[in-house]
């Protein structure tokens, strides 16, 4: 990554700190950008703080996508951060109006000190929770205040009036007064004795006390004893807060309390994702969850059911936006018979059609085995992601895809974990060929497909002209098989990524002729690493020959390789 001189001359600034109360008062609003993001990437907590105090724009992106080899900032940057959003709140110079942390969480456990999704929710809550208590001790000392400044001029007063006393002039004064009052009616501020008789219409308020009750009563004084100007309220919304969202059983009453707080930030949710929460407590967390904005909800591991998706499904309606729905491991499992289960799924079907603009669908592990055409047969627009991992398909679920209007518009499918046989194969080579110049990600892990069956499906594959990522892992294949499926790989100009099964002739001996994908994760590689260097020589060879060593990355690494290539660009 080649730094710009702006981005260079940008973090020499910032290593600096001690010099920074001297140059922050002349940058131009221009470069704040720039010294942010310089202060982030090298981890200078204390210029990140004084930077977002005396934040000039009214917007401020965090979270967006980093390039190539950039890390994410560490946890006592993020800090920093929104310890300097609270601060800048009774800053003048201040005027951020929208914080947008979306991705700025990072879940990858190789980058040191990086803060999960869980925990910048939790600080996020908790630092709304803190600005409004702040705001409201404001206001009660700015209330305090005034109130002594008040008390103050009235004994100020009240020894004016006693030294008038003493001079004997106190009736004349005022019977003067009130003649002048006669003359000039009703409705005339006539002040008197420095002030200490104030009429106003017909009403006449002696001391400061009496003063502050009327005010409140024509709500110029506001009940805590300060200014009832908008500026001044605790409530008033200051700067709205967009974030990525984690919320689990821990942390659900801190989420739930910043939800529904009234104070100087407020926050507002991109991507929800929810875990081991019973489906009453979801769809409380989406009643108060503003309309606007959410665009993705990941639910995992809740026991929700047939009967729980279709109660939140519905809910799900009222938000415009919402382009993604993840189910994962919820406990949705149609092998079994349940009474009343039809009827739920016809009520998630209709859910899933209240989702106008449903675009990307995963579920993973509900077993819902030839039920596929009820729930996608509802959605109004094609899907362009469609995940379905663990699902027990039928020939009948695929014949369904591959017929229907979602299959000319996918662009990434995953079929993972779904045993596929020759039956299978006519439905697979009509989903390909529909398509061809959409597809660009392709899964089919632990699927069962020995070399016949992958054989049959490679010409097919080899028309998706737009696909970008295959992964094959975890498939019975020989060592042929393999190479047949390289060979196939070089010749779609658009793939990037093959990721590969190892091949059998790899395993320790007494491995079963057709293994399952569990059996395949579980049996130990061949000590020789002959063998493995032998085979994995011969697949470079092929990739070397075809002229794709650059562009073409082959791997049979399940976790530790470069995930940027399987971003939909």
């Known amino acids: 990554m080649v730094l710009s001189l702006v981005n260079l001359c940008a973090k020499e600034v910032v290593s600096d700190y001690s010099s920074s109360r001297c140059w922050l008062g002349t940058v131009p609003r221009e470069l704040y950008g720039p010294l942010l993001e310089a202060a982030l990437s090298y981890c200078r907590p204390l210029a990140i703080g004084d930077l977002v105090q005396r934040w000039p724009e009214r917007t401020l992106a965090v979270g967006k996508k980093r390039r190539p080899g950039q890390t994410p900032p560490n946890r006592l940057c993020v800090q920093a951060l929104l310890l300097a959003v609270v601060r800048g709140l009774a800053e003048k110079r201040c005027a951020l109006q929208v914080l947008d942390l979306c991705g700025l969480h990072s879940e990858d456990e190789c980058v040191e000190d990086s803060m999960g999704g869980w925990s910048l929710t939790v600080s996020l809550c ?32 009240d020894g004016a009036v006693k030294r008038d006393r003493g001079s004997g002039g106190r009736d004349m004064e005022v019977e003067k007064a009130r003649e002048e009052e006669k003359e000039g009616g009703k409705g005339v501020k006539v002040d008197c004795l420095k002030g200490l008789w104030v009429e106003e219409g017909e009403e006449a308020v002696m001391g400061v006390r009496r003063r502050m009750e009327m005010q409140k009563r024509n709500g110029t004084v506001d009940l805590e004893g300060g200014s009832s100007d908008p500026d001044s309220n605790p409530n008033t919304v200051l700067v709205h807060i967009w974030a990525d969202l984690f919320v689990n059983a821990r942390s ?13 930030l407020r926050l507002h949710c991109r991507y929800l994702r929810v875990e081991e929460l019973p489906a009453p407590s979801v769809a409380a967390l989406l009643s108060l969850l503003p309309k606007q904005g959410l665009l993705g909800l990941d639910i995992r591991y809740s026991s929700l059911g047939v009967s729980g998706l279709a109660l939140l499904l519905p809910l799900l309606a009222p938000f415009p936006h919402l382009h993604s729905l993840k189910l994962h491991y919820c406990n949705l499992d149609l092998l079994r018979a349940v009474p009343g289960q039809d009827g739920a799924l016809k009520d998630m079907s ?23 055409r009820l729930l996608l047969s509802s959605l109004s627009q094609p ?64 699927c069962g497909l020995s070399d016949g069956l992958l054989g049959a499906l490679l010409p097919s594959l080899s028309c998706c ?33 093959l990721q590969y ?7 320790e001996a007494g491995l079963p002729p057709v293994p399952s994908s569990a059996q395949l994760l579980d049996w130990p590689l061949a000590e020789e690493a002959e063998v493995r260097e032998a085979i994995l020589f011969q697949l470079e060879e092929l990739v070397r020959q075809s002229g794709r060593s650059r562009d073409l990355l082959l791997t049979s690494d399940l976790l530790n390789f470069t995930k940027d290539l399987l971003e939909v660009e």
Not at 252 to 264: N, Y
Not at 482 to 491: F, W, Y
């Open 252 to 264: 659900w009453e801190r989420v739930r309390g910043a939800l529904t707080s009234q104070g100087p």
């Open 465 to 497: 002209r737009a696909l970008q990522t295959l992964r094959l892992a975890l498939n019975p294949l020989s060592l042929a098989g393999l190479l047949s499926l390289v060979r196939t790989a070089t010749s779609i100009p658009s793939l990037r990524l």
């Open 383 to 446: 899907l362009e992601v469609l995940e379905l991992p663990y699902l027990s398909l039928t020939p009948a679920d695929l014949a369904y895809l591959s017929c229907s209007p979602h299959a000319s518009s996918l662009q990434r499918l995953d079929l993972s974990e779904n045993r596929l046989d020759e039956s299978s194969l006519p439905s697979l080579r009509r989903l390909f060929s529909q398509a061809a110049l959409s597809l660009s990600q392709l899964s089919l892990c632990g």
């Open 350 to 372: 209709q859910g899933l059609g209240g989702l106008k603009g449903l675009r990307q669908l995963c579920l993973t592990a509900l077993r819902l085995p030839g039920h596929l």
């Open 126 to 157: 908790s630092m709304v929770l803190q600005a409004k208590v702040a705001a409201q001790k404001g206001v009660r000392k700015d209330g305090e205040r005034e109130r002594k400044r008040g008390l103050e001029t009235e004994r100020n007063r």
């Open 501 to 507: 099964p190892n091949p059998l002739e790899e395993y």
